[in-house]
């Protein structure tokens, strides 16, 4: 199977504790996206681009978010029951101003990764790149052949702009607009919204779109079994998830290396447990990471937190700890 990207992944590497399964550490476990790939494998693609936060009129840096994530995750140890081999299929580059193209190369290569198996990880770059993400699930075997797919987003804005020019503001307006082209509805929620960062114009449109949400205010860690009816009662409606993760739904304080910071945020501790829920759910196909910002970053806060919600993801287990254990 040849899965073409425009940049081939970089060799990772990492702290080496010696050879075995009791020191394996991500990076020991990478390797590029081989022509006869193993259905089931995780797979990773890097989307570079800056291009959407430049016009959202944000802070440029997000173009050197899958650089920084890759960093963070390469020694991250590994569980006993973690993945053996994860594949690494480079990154999909934004070129001077053509995002529409590159999103529509990262749908490409999200649709074939599926459609062979694989539970699919892309990292970010702006926001901009769930609409990518967005077209390889919409065109994939499963979704052609009448499986729900939903959107679950965790993040501080809608991000249903209806500006003419797409941008990291609009890519969920932009799968509703698709979705309505193809007579379905986009089965669209959110947790994490900042009530002062959206405008009543933004909270309308959610509303005319069936949008469901949960504000900042309400995901505070004693307000957890709320949070975890709010995402079984998205996950009941979806046979397939599309998880997408803006960082900047968190707390500055962790991650202030993001396009816009939060002034309050989501508690990691809900952040995490979110991710948790919807990999465990058995219905999780492609999770895209947005917003890491290495510019901007703090001692490589929001890489870390970036990496250890990935780990989460990939490998069901806390970073550094055997499935199940504290």
Known sequence: MILRSDAPPEPWTGRDDGPGAEHLRWHRTVGPWPDDPAPGTPALIGFRSDEGVRRNRGRPGAVDGPVALRAALASLALPPDGPSTVYDAGDVVVTGSDLEGAQQRLGAAVTAMLDHGHPVTVLGGGHEVAYGTYLGVAASAAARGGARCGVLNLDAHFDLRADATPSSGTPFLQMARQEQALGRALRYAVVGIAQPSNTTALFGTAAELGVRHLLDDECRIANLPDVETFVGEFLATVDLVHLTIDLDVLPAAVAPGVSAPAAFGVPLEV????????????????????????????????????????????????????????
Do not use: K, W, Y
């Open 271 to 326: 952040v995490q447990h979110v991710c948790d829920l919807v990999a465990r759910s058995g219905r999780l196909a492609v999770t895209d990471v947005a917003e890491l910002n290495p510019v901007f970053d703090i001692d490589e806060r929001t890489a870390r937190t970036a990496a250890r919600l990935v780990h989460r993801i990939v490998t069901g287990s806390p970073a550094g700890s055997p499935r199940g254990t504290p």
